[in-house]
C-alpha cells in the first residue's frame, strides 16, 4: 500500500537532547512538508521541501532542522534549542509542492519532554 | 495572507442525521483550493474533499460534500447519513495558487464533531 509512514509513534526527549522523527513515503510524491499541532490548534508549517536537496523554513522553524537526502524521506530534528518541542508532529507529501493537489499524512509522532 | 475560520468548536449529531460543519476563508489570491481532513483521537490527519475556486460544481465524495459559495467566502462540509465513526475533529484548509506562500495548507482551529446512538 502506498502511503506515508512516521515514526516513532511516541517519543520522550530529555534536557539538551537533539531527537530525529522519522518521515518516508513511498507514493513518488516530489514535495514533503513537517507540521505541528498543539492542543486545540490547527496546524503550522515548520518546514517543507520542493525536490531533493532542497528544503524551506515555513512559519515556525526556529529550533528545527530537517534534511532531505533522498526522495522517499525528510528526517525532522528537534534540537536543544525548541524550548517547547511538547507536540504532535505530523508530515505530509504532496505530488508537487505548487498547485492545488491535496496534501497526505502520515499518522504523527507525539513528543513529549522528560 | 489566507484565514480560515471554523466558528463551531463542537457539534452533536444523531447517528443517520445530516451534519454541516461551517468554514469562512479570506484571500486575495483568485486561484485556490480548499479542503477537509478529518482527524480521529489516534491522530492521523485524513483528505475528505477538494474544491477549487474555480470549479462550478460542488464537491462531493462518498457521504461528504462541500457547500461552495464563492461570493460569501464559505466552504461548509455537508456530512449525509452519519456514523458513530464520524466522530472526530474536522478541519478545514485552504491552499492558494500564486504568491510566496502557494506551498503550504493554512488550516483553520477545528470543529470536533460527536455522533450520538
Known amino acids: 500500500d502506498g502511503g506515508i509512514t512516521q515514526s516513532p509513534k511516541y517519543l520522550f526527549r530529555k534536557e539538551g537532547q537533539n531527537v530525529t522523527l522519522s518521515c518516508e513515503q513511498n507514493?513518488?510524491?516530489?514535495?514533503m512538508y513537517w507540521y505541528r499541532q498543539d492542543p486545540g490548534q490547527g496546524l503550522r508549517l515548520i518546514y517543507y521541501?520542493?525536490?531533493?536537496?532542497?528544503?524551506q523554513k515555513g512559519d515556525i522553524a526556529e529550533g528545527y532542522s530537517v534534511s532531505r537526502e533522498k526522495k522517499e524521506s525528510f528526517p525532522l530534528t528537534v534540537t536543544s534549542a525548541q524550548k517547547n518541542p511538547t507536540a504532535f508532529y505530523l508530515c505530509a507529501s504532496s505530488i508537487v509542492a505548487t498547485g492545488l493537489q491535496p496534501q497526505h499524512f502520515g499518522d504523527g509522532t507525539r513528543l513529549s519532554i522528560l | 495572507a489566507q484565514k480560515i475560520t471554523q466558528t463551531q468548536p463542537g457539534m452533536f449529531v444523531q447517528e443517520k442525521e445530516a451534519v454541516t460543519l461551517d468554514c469562512t476563508y479570506d484571500t486575495s489570491d483568485q486561484s485556490y483550493g480548499l479542503f477537509w481532513y478529518k482527524q480521529p483521537s489516534s491522530g492521523e490527519m485524513i483528505f475528505l474533499i477538494y474544491q477549487g475556486s474555480y470549479d462550478e460544481q460542488n464537491a462531493t465524495e462518498g457521504r461528504y460534500s462541500l457547500n461552495f459559495q464563492k461570493a460569501r467566502k464559505s466552504a461548509n462540509l455537508v456530512i449525509s447519513a452519519s456514523q458513530l465513526g464520524d466522530s472526530a475533529m474536522y478541519f478545514c484548509a485552504m491552499r492558494a495558487s500564486s504568491g510566496g506562500s502557494n506551498y503550504k495548507l493554512t488550516f483553520g482551529k477545528g470543529t470536533l464533531l460527536t455522533v450520538n446512538p
Open positions: 507514493l513518488n510524491h516530489d514535495a
Open positions: 521541501s520542493q525536490i531533493v536537496n532542497d528544503f
